[in-house]
């Protein structure tokens, strides 16, 4: 591990203290549509699902990782788990649900020094990896040790997920704890720490995180209390979209309806993806409907994508913090655009949604399932954007042109027959015009 990670002090780590407990077990409510989702894959961290058989095969890398770690600080084993013995009774507090059946006090300190070493360690050698790849130059294990994990893509991707569900959470506390003890400073900053710990996970979640617009600095980011907390924090709107929404959630407080892609174009509403732009600095919450068009923030659907909402989700629904649950709200708004494959086909036509699963099917089904066991609380995100859409919908003029476009213009033969038919009722109606202005205006005949 080298240098350049910044250490936090101990006046940041103690206004890190949870107050109430942030990591849950995920009910079964929940659980049942899709267990895989919440539960890893490669790597146990945390007491829920320490020691199921089928994760202990990656106890050994912890191990090489803490051997590691103690031959690069000339320290003992048992020197860490004295450290780590002082955090023990606030770390139990993190966790909402029982498991002291199956840890007791050493093991439950053994865990989180194995758990804190094997994080740290790992998110600093992808970290490094990244950015020798960047700068075009070639990986280097770090500390001369040959990494098997950090050499292989899958496994990192694996690790990265297993790392964002919420049953398989450690402290930030006792990683930063830990992380002061290794480099031995006191630098009062979270800031770049923060930023490496979002770097590599930011590859498995639907939008990549521009880490250059995050305020890292930020209380709500600095003091998050786990990895999946923090990307929560990271994800929130663009700040010039807070304000108004302030108003919004005062004022409208129904979930309201909305057509699905299909139908919003057939009433004549356009879709449009919105790329990356450092002016509106939008992030993939920030779904607007301006004149008759949205404009979405191009987002990727891929394996990783129903693991990262379901446990995001969870989060927000198990959480007691009063705030706006985002994420809920997201995946409701866009459970009521697609109903069907031809919605995400459309979203995918107009480069909204990129679609690496390839079945447009698949898709949306994922999106209609997120919403079983979800509670969608009164103060809705969207809903001021749902009520622009439903106005739109319901003016006379804009049903009529959607209704014109639709029947009469859907392609060019149709287009060049109506106006053709048009050309002969307008001529049609000029004759007769002209005829009957003829008869008023001519003299009467005389016998």
């Given at each position: 591990m080298e240098e350049h990670i910044i250490d936090i002090n101990i006046e940041e780590r103690e206004a890190m203290m949870c107050e109430r407990p942030c990591i849950f077990r995920v009910p079964e409510e929940l659980r049942n549509v899709n267990d895989k989702a919440y539960t890893p894959t490669l790597v146990s961290i945390g007491p829920y699902h320490h020691g199921q058989p089928k994760l202990l095969a990656m106890e050994k890398h912890k191990k090489r990782y803490l051997n590691f770690v103690l031959q690069l600080t000339n320290r003992t084993e048992e020197y860490y788990l004295d450290c780590m013995n002082k955090l023990e009774e606030r770390a139990r507090k993190y966790y909402a649900d029982h498991f002291d059946d199956d840890l007791d006090s050493d093991k439950f300190v053994k865990m989180m020094l194995y758990d804190a070493c094997f994080i740290v360690?790992?998110?600093?050698?992808v970290f490094q990896s990244i950015c020798q790849s960047q700068q075009g130059q070639q990986s280097q294990d770090v500390g001369h040790d040959?990494?098997?994990?950090?050499n292989t893509s899958w496994m990192k991707a694996y690790i990265c997920s297993d790392l964002m569900r919420l049953e398989n959470q450690l402290p930030f506390f006792v990683i930063f704890e830990f992380f002061s003890i290794v480099t031995r400073t006191q630098n009062p900053s979270t800031s770049i720490l923060m930023k490496q710990f979002t770097y590599p996970l930011s590859g498995v979640i639907p939008k990549k995180l521009d880490l250059s617009r995050?305020?890292?600095e930020d209380?709500?980011?600095s003091e998050s209390k786990h990895f999946l907390d923090l990307l929560h924090n990271v994800y929130h709107p663009s700040s010039y979209r807070e304000q108004s929404n302030e108003c919004q959630n005062k004022n409208?407080?129904?979930c309201f309806k909305m057509p699905s892609v299909i139908e919003l174009q057939d009433a004549g509403i356009k879709f449009e993806a919105v790329e990356d732009?450092?002016?509106l600095n939008l992030n993939m919450l920030d779904i607007l409907f301006e004149h008759g068009h949205f404009k979405i923030p191009k987002f990727k659907v891929n394996d990783w994508t129903e693991i990262f909402f379901r446990n995001i989700i969870a989060y927000e629904q198990l959480s007691s913090d009063d705030e706006p649950k985002y994420?809920?709200?997201?995946t409701y708004f866009m459970d009521l655009l697609i109903n069907s494959k031809e919605d995400v086909k459309q979203l995918r036509r107009h480069e909204v949604l990129d679609n690496w699963l390839g079945d447009d099917e698949e898709v949306a089904l994922m999106f209609n399932k997120l919403g079983h066991g979800r509670i969608i609380p009164n103060?809705?995100?969207?809903?001021e954007t749902c009520s622009k859409v439903d106005a739109h919908c319901k003016r006379w003029w804009n049903r009529t042109k959607a209704s014109l476009k639709r029947d009469y213009f859907k392609n060019i033969w149709v287009t060049v027959a109506t106006m053709a038919a048009a050309f002969l009722l307008l001529l049609t109606l000029t004759q007769t015009v002209i005829a009957l202005i003829t008869i008023v205006i001519s003299p009467p005949s005389r016998h």
């Amino acid at each position: 591990m080298e240098e350049h990670i910044i250490d936090i002090n101990i006046e940041e780590r103690e206004a890190m203290m949870c107050e109430r407990p942030c990591i849950f077990r995920v009910p079964e409510e929940l659980r049942n549509v899709n267990d895989k989702a919440y539960t890893p894959t490669l790597v146990s961290i945390g007491p829920y699902h320490h020691g199921q058989p089928k994760l202990l095969a990656m106890e050994k890398h912890k191990k090489r990782y803490l051997n590691f770690v103690l031959q690069l600080t000339n320290r003992t084993e048992e020197y860490y788990l004295d450290c780590m013995n002082k955090l023990e009774e606030r770390a139990r507090k993190y966790y909402a649900d029982h498991f002291d059946d199956d840890l007791d006090s050493d093991k439950f300190v053994k865990m989180m020094l194995y758990d804190a070493c094997f994080i740290v360690v790992f998110l600093d050698r992808v970290f490094q990896s990244i950015c020798q790849s960047q700068q075009g130059q070639q990986s280097q294990d770090v500390g001369h040790d040959y990494d098997p994990i950090v050499n292989t893509s899958w496994m990192k991707a694996y690790i990265c997920s297993d790392l964002m569900r919420l049953e398989n959470q450690l402290p930030f506390f006792v990683i930063f704890e830990f992380f002061s003890i290794v480099t031995r400073t006191q630098n009062p900053s979270t800031s770049i720490l923060m930023k490496q710990f979002t770097y590599p996970l930011s590859g498995v979640i639907p939008k990549k995180l521009d880490l250059s617009r995050i305020n890292f600095e930020d209380t709500s980011v600095s003091e998050s209390k786990h990895f999946l907390d923090l990307l929560h924090n990271v994800y929130h709107p663009s700040s010039y979209r807070e304000q108004s929404n302030e108003c919004q959630n005062k004022n409208h407080r129904t979930c309201f309806k909305m057509p699905s892609v299909i139908e919003l174009q057939d009433a004549g509403i356009k879709f449009e993806a919105v790329e990356d732009d450092d002016k509106l600095n939008l992030n993939m919450l920030d779904i607007l409907f301006e004149h008759g068009h949205f404009k979405i923030p191009k987002f990727k659907v891929n394996d990783w994508t129903e693991i990262f909402f379901r446990n995001i989700i969870a989060y927000e629904q198990l959480s007691s913090d009063d705030e706006p649950k985002y994420f809920t709200d997201y995946t409701y708004f866009m459970d009521l655009l697609i109903n069907s494959k031809e919605d995400v086909k459309q979203l995918r036509r107009h480069e909204v949604l990129d679609n690496w699963l390839g079945d447009d099917e698949e898709v949306a089904l994922m999106f209609n399932k997120l919403g079983h066991g979800r509670i969608i609380p009164n103060q809705f995100y969207y809903a001021e954007t749902c009520s622009k859409v439903d106005a739109h919908c319901k003016r006379w003029w804009n049903r009529t042109k959607a209704s014109l476009k639709r029947d009469y213009f859907k392609n060019i033969w149709v287009t060049v027959a109506t106006m053709a038919a048009a050309f002969l009722l307008l001529l049609t109606l000029t004759q007769t015009v002209i005829a009957l202005i003829t008869i008023v205006i001519s003299p009467p005949s005389r016998h």
